[in-house]
């Protein structure tokens, strides 16, 4: 069965830099684009950030665009996303989650992993 | 981008008894080429991940109970619970996948009356 299980969070204070991993398993990782999502408490979903299969194309939201950075490791089965530059609105869980073959809709999401930036 | 808005912002039902979620777009997400509206819903509870529930706007995914269902086309979308369990408690989002950045609805709250 897929799982998808997050990790990294913690509390870290702003300006600082953090870097979230998501551990694949139970499909082929190499064959499936990849996307980030977050949560801030108490609010609804913001998708962050995308990569395809193979790692050539990545999109980002203009919020986290030139701080955060996805990247992929195929043998490892594992999706990155370095946040640098962290601000208090960057606070939320952040989950990971594997789009449908062809399609960006989010057929299985880890549990998250909780980023608290404080000052 | 494409916004989703979702009504209403919570919703109260009786068990046993019908909720309807609303999402309106921006603009079409139909995808012309294949026929087809790039929406889907989502469920999240409390303390959960979110679970796909539809895809297709009316695709539902295995194992989601026939009691959901998802209808409409172009830029208005409703997701129906016929008969409403006390398990159904959650905050439900639509999403459209039509165009990138692919995005959200700010989410319906459905609590039992």
């Known amino acids: 069965q897929v799982q998808l299980v997050e990790s990294g969070g913690g509390v870290v204070q702003t300006g600082r830099s953090l870097r979230l991993s998501c551990a694949a398993s139970g499909f082929t990782f190499r064959t499936y684009g990849m996307h980030w999502v977050r949560q801030a408490p108490g609010k609804g979903l913001e998708w962050v950030a995308f990569?395809?299969?193979?790692?050539?194309?990545?999109y980002y939201a203009d919020s986290v665009k030139g701080r955060f950075t996805i990247s992929r490791d195929n043998s490892n089965n594992t999706l990155y996303l370095q946040l640098n530059g962290l601000r208090a609105e960057d606070t939320a869980v952040y989950y990971c989650?594997?789009?449908?073959?062809?399609?960006?809709?989010?057929?299985?999401w880890g549990q998250g992993t909780l980023v608290t930036v404080s000052s | 981008d494409i916004v989703l808005t979702q009504s209403p912002d919570s919703l109260a039902v009786s068990l046993g008894e019908r909720a309807t979620f609303n999402c309106k777009s921006s603009q079409s997400v139909l995808y012309t080429s294949v026929n087809r509206n790039c929406l889907a819903w989502y469920q999240q509870k409390p303390g959960q991940p979110p679970k796909l529930l539809i895809s297709?706007?009316?695709t539902r995914e295995s194992g989601v109970p026939d009691r959901f269902s998802g209808s409409g086309s172009g830029t208005d979308f409703t997701l129906t619970i016929t008969s409403l369990q006390a398990e159904d408690v959650a905050v439900y989002y639509c999403q459209q996948y039509y165009s990138d950045p692919c995005t959200f609805g700010q989410g319906t709250k459905l609590e039992i009356k």
């Open positions: 990569m395809s299969y193979d790692g050539r194309n990545k």
């Open positions: 297709w706007a009316s």
């Open positions: 989650a594997k789009r449908e073959y062809n399609w960006n809709y989010l057929d299985y």
